[in-house]
């Protein structure tokens, strides 16, 4: 059964910090780690990963992947508020589009 | 059109009650899918179409009955449901096509309470 475990469950900071975000993956026939953020409702995409040490990155935001230690970073550098989300990192497999989603990180940025 | 568009947002529904819940995307995606998210959990996968035939059910219970009447469209149908059932219901597509994928297009999702 695939498996993505992600770390810390929680995480409190404040505006300006730097936070690193992980997660670890099991999965048969692994193709692809995507990271989403969720506020409210729907999960919004921030990146997807399929090669290793191939950092990926948006603004503030990066994502790296180790395919040898089954695991990859999220990076937020000089938080905002806005940045308080769940952040959900997912897998997905060589066949077929199903994603299998980790118990997300809660993030919140005080100001 | 980027976007998946759910409808209703929100429902209350009783354990006797029939409803639907709706989902549409007009990005040409042939693949489909409801997850289903209580609090603090992640979203847990219950059904996949792709292209428009039902390839995955995660050993769902049969008071939840899914449809795909055309490819840009995916209904949930609900009757007979549990307290336990009330959570956000999340629908999403991607391009379906194989060896090609760039992740999923979530909608807004359905918070539903069984009551």
């Known amino acids: 059964e695939d498996k993505v475990v992600q770390s810390p469950l929680s995480l409190v900071v404040h505006e300006g910090d730097t936070v690193t975000l992980n997660c670890s993956y099991e999965v048969t026939n692994f193709r692809s780690l995507l990271w989403y953020k969720q506020e409210k409702k729907a999960p919004t995409f921030l990146f997807m990963l399929t090669s290793s040490g191939i950092e990926k990155k948006s603004g503030r935001l990066s994502s790296i992947l180790d395919k040898k230690e089954l695991f990859s970073i999220l990076n937020i550098t000089a938080t905002q508020t806005g940045d308080s989300a769940i952040y959900l990192c997912a897998v997905g497999r060589s066949s077929g589009d199903k994603l299998t989603f980790g118990t997300g990180t809660r993030l919140a940025v005080r100001p | 059109d980027t976007e998946v568009t759910q409808t209703p947002k929100h429902l209350v529904m009783g354990m006797t009650n029939k409803k639907s819940l709706k989902c549409e995307q007009h990005m040409g995606h042939r693949a489909m899918y409801w997850y289903k998210q209580k609090a603090k959990k992640p979203p847990e996968l219950m059904f996949v179409y792709s292209y428009e035939k039902l390839s995955i059910n995660e050993s769902v219970p049969s008071r939840f009955s899914p449809e795909c009447p055309n490819s840009s469209l995916l209904n949930l149908h609900l009757h007979a449901l549990q307290p336990e059932d009330s959570a956000l219901y999340l629908c999403?597509?991607?391009?379906?096509?194989?060896?090609?994928?760039?992740?999923?297009?979530f909608g807004s999702g359905t918070r539903l309470t069984v009551v």
């Open positions: 999403a597509s991607s391009q379906g096509e194989t060896g090609y994928f760039i992740g999923y297009t």
